[in-house]
């Protein structure tokens, strides 16, 4: 059976240095979970914090790149997958992660919330604060609000005993 | 030279009577403009509205179909493209379109707003409130809002004496 | 109901001047019998030279750009659908046609014969000897061979006595 | 830096069982090598049988799946990236992949040899014999052929004294 995926999202060049902790924290956690580290690929942001922080606790990192080849892969992803497709790939990434953790970003990362959304993928919030644009979603059990990355992987493995992930 | 292209974004099946009015006469007033309508080309809510206002006042609209198959267009779409990438179709619907009309909707649409933004693309709202989340892009000028149709068109043809769109 | 569209691929920078007749005369053809031409929309070889016959005798001619940006379109298109794909958007090309025709051309139309045979789109080769690698597919009819631009009409035309396109 | 990354094409469903042994033992080979391998990700033919090869031999494996949902996803894929683009992820599978290994297939897999070669990837043809259509990539050094999976890994690996794959 295919490997529990965690795709996580957020600013690339304008992300700040609190937001970069926070993606580095969470690549740890979902490292040492044995889960696998999904995002846009790019040495930038909370894309390359988040990857480098599950590699350097012996996590597997996937960047779903927004180019034609490998090398504008950040240094800390494992398997690039090159998309060619621009943006495009933002539908990728929702539809390839079994959740989606999504910390501040400015348009690209609201794309994603609203494609996993549109597309019944959960989407946890890690402080970022959409305001009341996806209320909708919130009712309906899809959207979680989260302060913390340990939050985070508490809302994923749910309330199972076990310590598997709770609702995939 | 290539025709302008105005893309019209909102609700599908849950599309409110006054919203799919204000596409369907927002569709009439781009048809009379002599450019071309743009949306996802189902045959639902604000798409089928915006496609019929302007087809039955003589203009040609252009569907972005998410599905594989000519036959899933609306009635009054003219050019069905069909891409079969599902959702993934939202990235092209924003690259193909000169500007973007967002009327209120959902997550799908506001995958369009932020990937349109993302991508430099002008977006007005109409009578959409998306609270503060896409404020960073007001601020830019790439986002505009309008109470109605007419306000819209003026929008595009900003204060060009001829008429012609204004930032294209 | 959506326009009936054949879509014409073929070689770009490398196509022969004769390809380019044809391209041109085929072009000619299908806008007058009020189809519509689509192809990749590039200002090169087939592509250019179809759309202009198509164009300069009273068609609508869409180009499915590989780009970003509708500046990268010929002239003589009327249409042009950004994908920001590359050559991904070879898919949406066969998708998006009723019936492909296909001049001499290297693997970009190679790529396209193929995806349209895959997703059961009939294909005419005008001119293109493809030797006997498709010929799974000419056995089960979707796969057609033309020497003229005046027979890929008929092969389209079919029997149909109306002269409506004959198997759409 | 990421990891060399093979990608194995081939039939699905109409796989002969000879082409399915192939395709294992070659999955095998790269396992060996400590390279990963990356197919279509469906549960059929030559891309369950290369996985399978990987997976017992101790490799990690990829799949590009044509479907939205990772369940669609053959038992043998460790991480299955759901596009949900139908055959538009053939250009993904070749772009994504730093050297193509194509088996005996139809129309699909003629796709992903077209595309990778259009995209100046290197093919390696195993015991897939394709006329005399892509002869103008052998030229330039793009298309090789191999009769054996054992000769696969050897062009792969070319001439370089240190075993490391030779022209990436």
Redesign the interface.
């Known amino acids: ?3 529990f ?1 965690v795709g996580v999202m957020g600013g690339g060049e304008n992300a700040t240095e609190k937001h970069c902790r926070w993606a580095y924290r969470l690549g740890e956690l979902i490292a040492r979970e044995g889960w ?1 580290l999904l995002n846009g690929g790019r040495p930038a942001g909370v894309m390359e914090a988040s990857a480098r922080g599950a590699r350097e606790n012996g996590g ?1 990192t ?3 790149l927004p180019g ?3 090398s504008s ?1 950040s ?1 800390y ?12 790939r ?3 990434n929702v ?2 992660s ?1 959740v989606i953790v999504a910390l501040p970003g ?3 990362t ?2 994603e ?3 996993a ?3 019944h993928k959960r989407v946890i919030l890690l402080g970022f604060d ?5 209320s ?2 919130q009712q309906s059990g899809l959207l979680y609000r989260a302060a913390t990355p340990e939050e985070v992987i508490n809302i994923i493995k749910g309330k199972q005993g076990d310590g598997s992930p709770a609702f995939f």
């Open positions: 059976m295919a490997k995926i696998v597997l996937i960047g779903i034609r080849v490998h892969a240094q992803i494992d398997i690039a997958i090159a998309t060619g497709m621009g943006d495009g933002n539908y990728i539809l390839s079994h400015r348009a690209g609201i794309s919330i609203a494609l959304l549109k597309n959409t305001g009341n644009l996806f909708h979603y």
